[in-house]
Every structure is written in C-alpha cells, then in structure tokens.
C-alpha cells in the first residue's frame, strides 16, 4: 500500500484540555478511527469498472434534462420511456466485465457511473421528497459494476480512497430538480 499526502494524518491536542483523562480517551478515539479508515481500505477491494464505456446518450440526456444551474427535470424526463431506457442502457454498460479501466479513466468513470446511478434510483423512485427519504439509498448493493453488486457508497469511498483525486463533477442530485424552484 502506497501512502500519499491524503493519507498522512497528523493530530495535535492541544495541553490545555480539562485533564489526562480527556486527551487519553480523545487519543483513543482517534486512534480507533485511523485503525477503521486504514483497516477497512485494505480489507475492501477496489471497485472495478470496465474500460471503454460510450458516453454519448448520457451526455446527450444531461444536455436535454439538466439546466444550467444543475437542476434536473425528473417529471419530464420519468415521463419519457424511451430517455429512461436510454439511462438504464448506458448504466448497463458498467456492469460488463472484461478489460478494467486504470488511472483517470476509471476515476471519470466513478464519477459517471455514481451520478447516472443516482439519477435512475431517483427516476425509479419518483416522485419522492429526497433521495435520502428512499430506504438505503446509499446502502445497497443494487447497482452493477463490473460484475459485481456494489452501493452508491462503495463507489464514492473507492473514489475518495483511490491515490487520485478526482472531484464530483456533478454533486449527487437529490431530488432537487426543476420543478422544485
């Protein structure tokens, strides 16, 4: 395992708290939470994800359903079977398994294939208040990569532990959309 600057954790505690007693079980905890975070990264498998995905529909029903200001138009797009289709085709693209991405392309892939997940779930679920209302949005392994059953959650701590970092190009939708103004 390769450590990068992201990794490197260093924690100061200030001599003035109340007592020993308190920097002990604060030490403690902290100690507990790096055990986690770097016990659980080595013990999980990194998400794998198929080279080659063709983005063309998707971008085309960004373009069609997302407006400027990144809110989405979820009535009218859940009302277009054929657009619904279109999403659940290029998501289905994920779920092959065969040559695996490296590098860039696999963190832009994360990031497509989190957010064209977190769309369907809405669009599947629509109308809802919040995509945090939906029972275990995040949780379950219903979405396909690569082969394997991963969650929303799995996909975006893969990404957020991977050695590159690669930003949200769209922050997870909600249920946020157009109509909602």
């Known amino acids: 395992m390769r450590l ?66 990144g809110l989405v138009a979820y009535e009218k797009w859940k009302g277009s079977t054929e657009d619904v289709k ?25 990031i497509n294939a989190y957010n064209g997940l977190v769309l369907q779930w809405i669009l599947q679920n629509y109308p809802t208040e919040s995509i945090w209302a939906l029972k275990s949005s ?4 219903r979405h396909n990569l690569g082969g394997a059953n991963v969650s929303l959650n799995e996909i975006e701590n893969d990404r957020h532990t991977s050695s590159a970092r690669v930003p949200h190009l769209v922050e997870p939708p909600g249920s946020q959309s157009v109509s909602d103004r």
Do not use: M, W
């Not at 975070?37 to 198929?50: D, I, K, T, W, Y």
């Not at 991405?101 to 994360?110: G, P, S, V």
């Not at 995040?138 to 392994?141: G, L, S």
């Open 4 to 69: 990068t600057d992201y990794d490197t954790c260093i924690v100061f505690l200030p001599s003035n708290l109340a007592s020993k007693t308190i920097r002990s079980a604060l030490k403690t905890k902290i100690y507990i939470c790096a055990v986690l975070v770097f016990g659980l990264r080595s013990f999980c498998s990194a998400v794998e994800v198929p080279s080659g995905i063709k983005h063309d529909a998707y971008d085309r029903l960004l373009k069609k359903y997302v407006n400027a200001e």
């Open 138 to 141: 995040f949780k379950a392994r």
């Open 86 to 110: 279109a999403l659940d085709d290029y998501l289905a693209q994920f779920a092959r398994s065969g040559t695996v991405a490296r590098e860039n392309e696999r963190y832009a892939l994360l």
